[in-house]
């Protein structure tokens, strides 16, 4: 698997950081943050050759977007979905949750279109708009394609928070219709060494409304605002009694609330999920609808 750069990740949070302190310290759904964020990561995918979609939708708090970007080779009818939510609460520049998801899936992006490798099935990625409003952005996403075109998504892999302060290594077991791609995390997991604990996170992430429609989801979740018990201290480090994310949908989620070695890793997961899903060859064969 490749390694993705951390330190280019990193580059993204400055930027996600940047654009936060420059907008009125947040990169909310209907505010100025929120689309400079778009505009950041859409012209690093253009730059890069995927093809990107801006999907506008309306909210309480105003319009906003779904970014979608689209690798231009493989199979279009087995289609392999990544993403993570880019928008932040109005608290603070959500530079954990979810500037991490959404750094990673991009540096995961751009490593695979530099790499020259050749894709079988197509691979999607959605930067998801107004999770926190109640994971409108991927609802409004899924509402919005027919059934031939939902039925043609093999699998969603979701990662929101994966760089959390006082990290754990979560791997979602919530999924009701197969459990390769969690599995090939734990693999992941265990072939380095790293202890990791599953999650039941069924609700509260943009994995929902791919998962309710019965698409395999899974992803990773480095925690946010449950509080490190000590047996999870003895094995992952870190301070027993504390939130795995103190700052957790507070001002504090700024560029200082990331745990590198958490975010190495989450970046790493990324990049071996996105090269392994690129790389299936799921036939030929039409499928259901
Ligand atoms: N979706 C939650 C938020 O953005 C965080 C979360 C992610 C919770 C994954 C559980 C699992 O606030
Ligand atoms: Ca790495
Ligand atoms: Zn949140
Ligand atoms: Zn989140
Ligand atoms: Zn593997």
Redesign the pocket.
């Known amino acids: 698997s490749p390694d993705i750069s951390v330190t280019n990740t990193q580059a993204h949070l400055n930027q996600l950081q940047s654009i936060a302190t420059a907008n009125g310290g947040n990169r909310y759904t209907g505010r100025p943050g929120y689309a400079a964020s778009i505009s950041y990561l859409k012209g690093k995918l253009d730059a890069a050759g995927y093809t990107t979609t801006v999907q506008n939708f309306s909210t309480s708090a105003g319009m906003t977007s779904n970014l979608i970007a689209e690798w231009p080779a493989g199979d279009a009818n087995n289609v392999v979905m990544l993403g993570g939510?880019l928008d932040s609460?109005s608290n603070g520049a959500g530079i954990n949750?979810?500037g991490s998801g959404s750094a990673g899936v991009l540096e995961a992006a751009l490593a695979y279109a530099a790499s020259g490798q050749s894709a079988k099935s197509r691979l999607r990625i959605g930067f998801w708009g107004a999770?926190?409003l109640g994971l409108l952005g991927s609802k409004f996403y899924m509402n919005s394609l027919s059934s031939t075109e939902k039925n043609k998504i093999r699998v969603y892999l979701?990662f929101?928070?994966i760089g959390s302060p006082n990290p754990g290594y979560?791997v979602?077991n919530d999924n009701p219709v197969g459990n390769a791609a969690r599995d090939e995390l734990t693999s992941w997991y265990a072939s380095k060494g790293i202890p990791w604990e599953y999650?039941d996170?069924q609700g509260?992430?943009?994995h929902a409304a791919f998962r309710s429609y019965g698409i395999a989801t899974a992803?990773i979740?480095s925690g946010?605002e449950t509080l490190k018990s000590s047996s999870q201290a003895s094995k992952w480090g870190g301070t027993a009694g504390r939130a795995f994310d103190p700052c957790?949908?507070s001002s504090c989620d700024n560029i200082n609330n990331i745990n590198l070695t958490a975010l190495d890793r989450g970046v790493d997961v990324i990049g071996h999920m996105l090269w392994l899903y690129a790389a299936k060859d799921y036939g030929t064969t039409t499928p259901p609808t």
Do not use: L, Q, W
């Open positions: 939510h609460v949750d979810n999770e926190e979701n929101d928070m979560f979602y999650i996170v509260r992430s943009d992803g979740f946010a957790y949908h």
